[in-house]
């Protein structure tokens, strides 16, 4: 079977239509399956709470008897349609109408523009190809005059490495000078730096831990690994809906440059939890060539000051603080607002608020992504969704949302099943 068989989604639906609360005239499922999996969300009469609230009681019922959860048939149908597409995703909106021959499936094919999310197939469409925020596109560069902090010390380190990581092997001279030379507008890695990596060009660097001091990091080695990419401003990007208002966090101190990441920022060591000690090769004006930054996995954007040179952190063991004050972001743009964003790269509105744009012949020429899921507690109808986001995609040519649908087949009469017609 296929997915544009009835025969494979006839199970589900049906499940669809059995597990409805009482009185439900129309059910539908709205997201994704395959790959081995599925996910979205079920309304009833257009409604999403209802249901949730069925199922609890249902699910209670269950586990006092032992009997089959709530969701075990349609969990079932489910798993069957999703072994057919083990490789891919595949968006859908099934419906199970008030009468059989209303039910109907209906597989979104999306095309490159348009970015699914979760919580609904389609979350926005990208009008330019790997476009990002402005914020991410800014960079930063040394202050004029920075140096490095009295307590920099490229002998320390080297000792301080060499005492733990005696059967360690060094980077070579030009593995060091093919780092260096890969840093954008001519930074030099400072001698603390050079100094850590001639010692041990990679593994695991452990100082006696004791609380409240800093225990030590894997360093990154110096070519080869993910995480000298992983915290630029293209790889902390994830969509513009949950990044266009994304900004870098101010260091109150005036230590730390803000940025939603930088190559200037040179990953040294990692915590094993898929955070960063980077040497900051670019510092703010109260700040030193050389200071040791924390990059956080879980933050979008920014760096953490924690100690002033490489030599700070390892002998002194003074951590210092990962705490990072929020930099402003902008308010994410309604259909009131519309007047003000004439020159906007990003709007997130309802299917309602682009149709006023549309009609009116009012869109941006300056957009370069358009967001169709402003509050994602309640995503709007998926027909809509579509309808607006094909609009959306004609203005700048590109190619449309298509959709195929699949129907229950007409009962037959009892004379066409006694001469099979």
């Known amino acids: 079977m296929s997915l544009t068989e ?4 006839e199970p589900f639906v049906d499940a669809l239509r059995r ?6 005239e129309v059910s539908e499922f709205v997201g994704t399956v ?3 999996a599925w996910q979205g969300r079920y309304l009833d009469d257009g409604d999403a709470d209802v249901r949730r609230e069925h199922y609890r009681k249902l699910a209670h019922e269950a586990a006092r008897t032992g009997g089959r959860g709530p969701k075990a048939d349609l969990d079932d149908a489910l798993r069957a349609i999703a072994d057919l597409v083990p490789d891919a995703e595949q968006p859908v909106r099934v419906v199970a109408g008030a009468r059989p021959g209303e039910d109907v499936v209906e597989l979104v094919a999306l095309p490159p ?8 197939p389609i979350l926005e469409v990208v009008l330019d190809p790997g476009a990002l925020p402005m914020q991410y596109l800014a960079t930063i560069a040394p202050q004029p005059g920075a140096a490095a902090a009295p307590s920099a010390d490229p002998d320390a380190v080297a000792r301080v490495v060499a005492d733990r990581m005696s059967k360690a092997v060094g980077a070579t001279p030009d593995e060091i000078a093919a780092a260096q030379a890969a840093l954008p507008g001519g930074a030099r890695l400072p001698e603390e730096v050079r100094a850590l990596y001639a010692t041990a060009g990679s593994g695991s660097l452990k100082l006696a831990g004791e609380e409240g001091l800093f225990g030590g990091f894997e360093i990154v080695p110096l070519s080869g690994s993910i995480l000298r990419e992983a915290f630029l401003p293209a790889a902390r990007f994830s969509t513009w809906t949950a990044d266009a208002d994304t ?5 109150p101190a005036g230590r730390v440059q803000a940025a939603i990441g930088s190559p200037l920022w040179f990953p040294v060591g990692t915590d094993g939890a898929g955070n960063v000690y980077a040497v900051d090769l670019a510092p703010a004006a109260s700040g030193h060539v050389g200071q040791v930054v924390f990059l956080d996995h879980e933050l979008r954007a920014g760096a953490a000051y924690r100690a002033e040179s490489i030599a700070a952190l390892l002998v002194g063991r003074r951590a210092g603080s990962s705490e990072a004050s929020r930099g402003p972001s902008l308010p994410k743009p309604g259909p009131d607002k519309l007047d003000q964003q004439g020159d906007a790269e990003f709007l997130n509105l309802e299917p309602a608020g682009w149709a006023e744009l549309l009609d009116a012949g009012t869109v941006p020429t300056t957009l370069k992504a358009a967001g169709l899921l402003p509050d994602r507690a309640n995503p709007p ?4 969704t579509i309808s607006v986001a094909n609009r959306v995609l004609d203005l700048r040519g590109l190619d449309p949302i298509q959709v195929t649908r699949v129907t229950r087949p007409e009962s037959k009469g009892l004379l066409d099943r006694l001469f099979d017609r």
């Open 6 to 9: 009835w025969q494979t989604w």
């Open 19 to 24: 597990s409805a609360p009482r009185g439900t």
């Open 34 to 36: 395959g790959g081995g």
């Open 113 to 120: 523009a348009v970015v699914s999310a979760p919580v609904t």
């Open 247 to 251: 900004f870098a966090p101010e260091d």
């Open 381 to 384: 109808a998926l027909p809509d």
